[in-house]
């Protein structure tokens, strides 16, 4: 259902925030949606694009303070947003993956 959807965008950028893998939440959204029939198919073409257009958001802000953090000397902050990105980096690799499965559906 697409409040089930909402909360686990949510999820994405609060575990994307707290360093935590993002897979598992991001699989989650197009799971939910796999119980439906072939008229959901749209739908879930359009929450995984969704879904990846946030996660690639969030990508870019984060090299935006990364090149903020490399401007600085800030090292131990270019550590944390390169692996924060790099997490995001494979939830948006499993929403692709999932996005595609959509037209499988």
């Known amino acids: 259902s ?3 959807v909402g909360i686990s965008v949510v999820t ?3 575990q994307h925030q707290q360093g935590q893998d993002t897979s598992f939440a991001a699989a989650s959204i ?3 949606l796999d119980a439906h029939s072939e008229s959901s198919s749209q739908h879930c073409q359009s929450v995984a694009q969704s879904t990846l257009s946030v996660l690639l958001s969030q990508i870019e802000e984060d090299r935006g303070d990364f090149s903020k953090a490399l401007m600085e000397r800030n090292v131990e902050k270019q550590a944390e947003l390169a692996n ?3 997490q995001l980096g494979d939830a948006a690799i499993t929403t692709r993956k999932l996005e595609q499965a959509c037209y499988i559906v």
Do not use: D, G, T, V
């Open 12 to 14: 994405i950028i609060k």
């Open 84 to 86: 924060l990105m790099a």
């Open 2 to 4: 697409p409040s089930i």
């Open 30 to 32: 197009l799971s939910e």
